[in-house]
């Protein structure tokens, strides 16, 4: 059974001590299958996440002709272990110009971005389209450096944006610069097939120890077993981010915790069979919550990997956070949070936003319009957004087929009582089991309930899977 089209989250009551598994990185899971394919020999990836853009990477590998098999995970349902045999730098499949080889990748960034520049070395056409969305994502700068190493690439509405046809002629040693104004993915693009196509690439309009994702992407190509092995990927720091968030958002600031505390004491103390001390902190320690993601990513590859550290401390966000310098992606599931901040008077302000507006969906807008709907003050100047303590209620939260404008407020849920998720299947695109793990029972999952949000009758775990 799917997911009904509007599910209602039931706030939880009652403490939760949980250890939850999130699945691989999207980010390196992609990243590895265009490695895998350039190695000269056969990579075992393990870990590897199983979602629509994953799925997309992999059926567009497999179109070209390359080898890739997929066989369960035992540690984890939405992943898998691949294999995939790498042919050293050929593409095995090509089209013509009569007839292009026709690839289709959805909403998937990574994949547009990937594999235009992968596309290159090959030797045929290949046409790369996607859905409407991500025919308005951006592309242009990728799509000039491309041509400045001399391939043909030919953008249908002349936008330099999907659909567009790439004509590929095979290593072309020369030089390029790109720009990294609007996504990173543009430079990770070009390092991913730097080496196979004897290109030299430079970065422009950033310096590149400020790009985390390009990072990421030259120490994977540096650990990565390039004549053949095993891989293994990380469990997703962002993903993660929505579980450290539901702990910092079902806990207790430590004065409370310790009037409570003593309160309990002093009631145990009156009565004559009062319990000793020690077993009463064993007793009251239950009465917290205790959320904690299992395997959590310490390579430092990911940068939404210190989100851990984020919420760790006093219950009050900073002030001030950057999307450039603070977190990356995981910075909304912070924003969907402030309203709620810890009873500190002072406002958050958001800053270096821009990249969320032209992700899949224009992030800003759609953060400060559905935090209004439930009663948050949220101001956006430029590329900011400002968000002061507010009384929040339920509200129908449009997701704008947004994977994480779902998550976010499907975790404000748990707090909030009547918030409801439109659309809530569009977690398929990196977590399609994420809403089983809210409901799932402890310690494996938070033990929320779930509602169909026109019935009101409680879904079952498997009603709860995106599909």
Known sequence: MSLPNL????????????????????????????????????????????????????????????????????????????????????????????????????????????????????????????????????????????????????????????????????????????????????????????????????????????LPYVEMTSKMINAFPQNGGNFQIEPDASSGSYFWAAGWLLAERIEDRMEKFRKTRQTMADNPDHTSTASLHKLFQNEFSHIRVKNWPDSHWQPDDDFKIFVSGPLEIPTSVSRLHDLADSIMTVITLAPLNGGAVECVKFTDLGRLRVQECERVVALRTELTKCGAKVVEEGDTLTVWPSTLHGAEIETYNDHRMAMCFAVLGLKVPGIKIKNPACVKKTFPNFFQKLAGPQPHGLGATILDGNTGRKLELTELFAD
């Not at 080889?101 to 389209?129: D, P």
């Not at 390029?176 to 097939?193: D, N, R």
């Open 7 to 210: 599910i209602e989250i039931v706030p939880l009551d009652k403490p939760v001590r949980a250890e939850i598994t999130v699945p691989g990185s999207k980010s390196i899971t992609n990243r590895a299958l265009i490695l895998a394919a350039w190695a000269e020999g056969t990579v075992t990836l393990r870990g590897a996440l199983w979602s629509e853009d994953t799925q997309i990477m992999v059926e567009c590998l497999q179109q070209l002709g390359f080898d890739v098999r997929v066989a369960d995970d035992p540690a984890e349902f939405c992943n898998r272990t691949i294999t995939v045999h790498g042919l050293g730098g050929n593409i095995p499949k090509a089209g013509t110009e009569a007839q292009p080889l026709e690839l289709f990748v959805g909403n998937a960034g990574t994949a547009a971005r990937f594999l235009s520049a992968f596309l290159c070395l090959g030797r045929g056409v290949y046409r790369l389209h996607g859905v409407p969305r991500m025919h308005e994502r951006p592309q242009a700068a990728l799509f000039q450096a491309l041509r400045e190493l001399g391939y043909r690439v030919e953008s249908e509405a002349s936008n330099d944006k999907l659909p567009v046809r790439i004509y590929g002629e095979g290593p072309k040693p020369g030089a390029c610069g790109v720009s990294v104004e609007e996504s990173s993915q543009f430079a990770s693009a070009l390092l991913l097939c730097m080496c196979k196509g004897g290109w030299e690439v430079g970065i422009m309009d950033s310096n590149p120890e400020e």
